[in-house]
């Protein structure tokens, strides 16, 4: 991994990933949403600006869009010239009408991207439970010469997304800095969160390579290291509560040539460690379904894999990101191109699609 550990470092020296995933388009569903038994998609939501994490509940699903930069670009560093602007937002979207609908309930939060919008980070992780939505912002340091002014005042925290505003919950980038958990270096990178149903909230920080814990009071603290293997930090990613009460957390360590990821599995209550599956490409969603089944996108793979009494099996999709499984019915929803903002981005000399939402029926 680069020094930085983020989604779009690792993104940008891809050209696998686009050989797996190039030309990847939905199948058409039949009457009962099967083709020959096969798992089907149809995409219920386009215009998206790097979609990441997704989070279903009572009905509707959230996505946390990354947004797509901005006008102000901030230097040339290893992974080329960042702009950034207020683009991210937090998206629900749901079924009314007889059809899917989708619209920005937050927006104007900070967002940083490449010129043409793709490969972006801001609101990368959402999670709603029983109608408070929840998120977490990326974070920059001052010397990177992002404004401090609000809502840039929002970076490397938790906030609570309700009401149509985003408000400072806790700041999950300050335990890094205060604790340095995995010792490696002070970096922070807020990525991922879930919300439980006892009120704590746990947030991935990506660049920490930690958990961090946060009380129903507002109070954040370290709660889960990981260690490093099979030549890389583990960079965690995702989250996901399973049925037995366990919590997942799925990585980016390892490449598409070099399946080594993880979905750790840790103790909700004392963040220890009690195991994990590996042998995935880097992972930037994980869910479950009401029988236990576990769902891995693999984001530069190509591909979700759904994991059930050990057999593993596919469904290609191209760059997913958040992957989320409605509890009624067990069909799975999943961000597709998630590298990209609504007008698709450049890589390896072409044009990709913009970001859209997928849902997989018979899978």
Known sequence: MTKRRTLVATGLAT???????AGVAPASAGQGGQAGG????RVIATGLDNPRQLSYDHGRLYVAEAGRGGKKCIGEGPEGETCVGLTSAL???????GAWKHHRVVKGLPS??????????GLDGVSALHGKVWGVET?????????????????????DLGHGKARIAADISAVEFRHNPHKASLESNPYAVLALPDGRKIVADAAGNDLVVVSPGGRARPFTV???????????????????????VGELN?????PTAR?????PRTGKILGWKSGFGSIGGIAFNGKGDLYVSQLFAGRVTKVSHGKRTSVKVPFPAGVAVDPYDGKVYVSAWSIADRDGTMLEGRKTPGGQLWKILGF
């Open 15 to 21: 050209g696998v990933a686009l050989a797996a995933t």
């Open 38 to 41: 096969k798992p089907v998609v």
């Open 91 to 97: 998206t629900k979207v749901y079924w009314d009408g």
């Open 112 to 121: 940083g991207a490449a010129p043409d919008g793709g490969f972006a980070t």
């Open 139 to 159: 974070y920059a340091p001052p010397e990177a010469g992002v404004p401090t002014a609000p809502p840039w005042n929002t970076l490397g925290k938790l906030l």
């Open 226 to 248: 990981f260690p490093d293997h099979d030549g890389n930090e583990s960079v965690p990613t995702s989250l996901a509560l399973g049925p037995d009460g366990t919590l997942y």
């Open 254 to 258: 390892g490449e598409a040539a070099k």
């Open 263 to 267: 979905v750790w599995k840790v103790d």
